[in-house]
Every structure is written in structure tokens, then in C-alpha cells.
């Protein structure tokens, strides 16, 4: 599935500048890292959380909370800074209800209508790889402009995780022949 001409207008019409990035299927931010050999604080993470709010009904409201990959989304973090009553994850359903693709929401607020809590620490980064709404596809956007743009609510929404990328597959397929070669000379030796 390829990024949505819809999205891309969107993105036009706002004056966010984007690259995008092809990549095989992956349904993570972590996964999009491992993929494109990029550093998990250049990967942006997008999750749709339930925020109860004082002033607002008890069905709560929807935000698109937006972290570096290499972070942990922190609800308290979210409520103290909002002062809620409450926050959460939103659920697979209430995703499909709003038609955002679980795994590969964008964090562009205005497109979906919500409002964006942005991460401080992506600041940081000039550039991050952003959910393009495609498995198959990523867009490389200024987070900057993400954060004017967008007029995101800026905070501190995560803690950093210690989560590392694995190392490159043509070295774990070298250990894995060796392994089966070790292996057929032992069966030989045996046989004898």
C-alpha cells in the first residue's frame, strides 16, 4: 500500500516539505529502524492515546502522541502535563472507527483532525522517519515542522527505553552457515 494522495496534498498544501522512503513491509517504528539501518532516535513513533480531560466529556479525547522510537510513551508524563484525569491507549476499534491503519498512523494532526503531542526529545533531530499510513512506505519530514506546522503540543511524554538494534543480517546468515556446516561435519564424523 502506497502513501495516500489525500495525505500527500494535505502535506503539499501545508508547505511540510517530505521525502519519501520506500522500505520492505514492517508494521513498527523499531521495525522501520532494523529495516533502513537508521538510529532509533531518527524514527518517530506514532500512537493514538485516550485522553480524559477535566473539561471534557467522559468519553475522553483522542490525541496523536508522537515519540522517538527509542522511548516508551509515560501516561503519567501525559496526565501531569495535561492535568487528566486519565490517559490510555486507544483501542485497535476505536481506530478502525476513526480509519487510521493500526501500525501505520501518521502523526499529522491536521490531516486526521486531532490535536499532536509531540516529544520534545524529536527536536533534536532535524529529520526523523514518520508513519507515511503505509507498511510499505515512510516520509522523511523536519520535525520542526511537524511541530509549527502541525502546532503540536511540545512536552516531555516518554522515557527512553534500552532497546537496541540487532545486528545486520548478513552477519547473523555467516553465523548461521558456519553453524550448519559444523553440523554436516559432525554427522559425517559420527557416521563413520
Known amino acids: 500500500m502506497a502513501v495516500a494522495k489525500p495525505l500527500l496534498k494535505y502535506l503539499d498544501k501545508a508547505e511540510i516539505k517530505y521525502e519519501i522512503v520506500p522500505h520492505k513491509k514492517v508494521y513498527t517504528a523499531y521495525d522501520l529502524a532494523q529495516t533502513l539501518g537508521e538510529k532509533l532516535d531518527g524514527i518517530a513513533k506514532t500512537l493514538l492515546v485516550k485522553v480524559e480531560l477535566p ?112 545486528k545486520a543480517v548478513k552477519k547473523a546468515k555467516k553465523v548461521a552457515k558456519k553453524t550448519v556446516k559444523k553440523a554436516k561435519k559432525a554427522l559425517k564424523k559420527k557416521k563413520r
Not at 99 to 108: D, E, S, V, W
Open 55 to 166: 473539561k471534557v466529556d467522559k468519553k475522553g479525547k483522542h490525541f496523536i502522541l508522537v515519540i522517538p522510537a527509542s522511548y516508551r510513551a509515560n501516561f503519567q508524563k501525559i496526565k501531569k502535563q495535561l492535568k487528566a484525569k486519565k490517559v490510555e491507549m486507544a483501542v485497535e476499534k476505536t481506530l478502525k472507527k476513526m480509519k487510521l491503519n493500526p501500525g501505520a498512523i501518521t502523526p499529522f494532526g491536521g490531516y486526521h483532525k486531532l490535536e499532536i503531542l509531540l516529544d520534545k526529545a524529536l527536536l533534536k533531530t532535524k529529520q526523523a522517519l514518520v508513519s507515511a499510513g503505509a507498511h510499505t512506505e515512510a516520509l522523511r519530514v523536519r520535525m520542526n515542522d511537524l511541530h509549527v506546522k502541525e502546532g503540536a503540543t511540545l512536552g516531555q511524554f516518554g522515557d527512553k527505553a534500552k532497546l537496541k538494534l540487532q
